[in-house]
């Protein structure tokens, strides 16, 4: 299971920030490699997202259901689906919430994808790198949409998870620029 937590600082009023987060089409057009698809009777929608998982690039096709609750500023996604292969599924769950912050907003994210089939272990083996590097697009094109190009981004808040998060790529980024120091044990 992977698991999403993220905040996102946003130098734009929360009635802006809103506008995006909440429109389908502007989302997947801050998320690289995402397409919308059909939109069905029933308000759901389908999607693809390519994710690449060091040399592996994997397309997964999902149907998608979005509920808002406009006064809360928050909503729900729940998305099922597969890889193009079809050897691996998928469900996945998340909820974000807008809320006003000191010179801007802030949007949390949090939700959980459910993995099954072959490909499941390499997914969830590379996922904090993925989740890390697709967090940081999402980041930057969604303070682009909202508040320009040459807004300040407040410091972010700081979880367990964001520090982890900053430990661990500091580590592997010491791996892959001195690999014969780390088995050496020089490397702190």
Same mark, same amino acid.
């Given at each position: +299971?992977?698991?999403?937590?993220? $905040? ?8 802006? /920030?809103?506008?995006?987060? =909440?429109?389908?089409? %502007? ?7 995402? $397409? ?7 308000? =759901? ?18 149907? +998608? =259901? ?38 801007? =907003?802030? /949007? ?16 969830? &083996? ?20 909202? &508040? ?20 661990? %790529? ?10 014969? $120091? ?5 490397? %702190?």
């Amino acid at each position: +299971m992977i698991k999403i937590d993220e $905040e996102i600082p946003v130098p734009a009023p929360p009635e802006r /920030v809103w506008e995006v987060v =909440s429109d389908p089409g %502007q989302v997947v057009s801050c998320i690289s490699g995402a $397409e919308l698809g059909e939109s069905h009777e029933d308000g =759901s929608f389908d999607g693809t997202l390519v994710v690449k998982f060091g040399a592996v690039r994997v397309r997964f096709g999902a149907r +998608m =259901s979005l509920d808002l609750e406009e006064p809360e500023r928050e909503g729900r996604l729940s998305a099922r689906g597969r890889d193009g292969q079809g050897a691996t599924r998928f469900s996945a769950h998340a909820t974000f919430r807008v809320t006003e912050d000191a010179g801007g =907003s802030w /949007v949390r994210v949090t939700g959980e994808v459910s993995l099954a089939g072959k490909l499941a272990s390499l997914i969830e &083996a590379g996922a904090g790198a993925v989740v890390s590097r697709m967090t940081k697009e999402f980041s930057d094109e969604l303070v682009r949409r909202c &508040a320009g190009s040459t807004a300040v981004v407040p410091a972010p808040r700081r979880t367990v998870w964001s520090r982890l998060r900053a430990w661990w %790529q500091r580590i592997v980024h010491k791996r892959q620029d001195n690999p014969s $120091e780390v088995r050496s044990g020089k490397a %702190q």
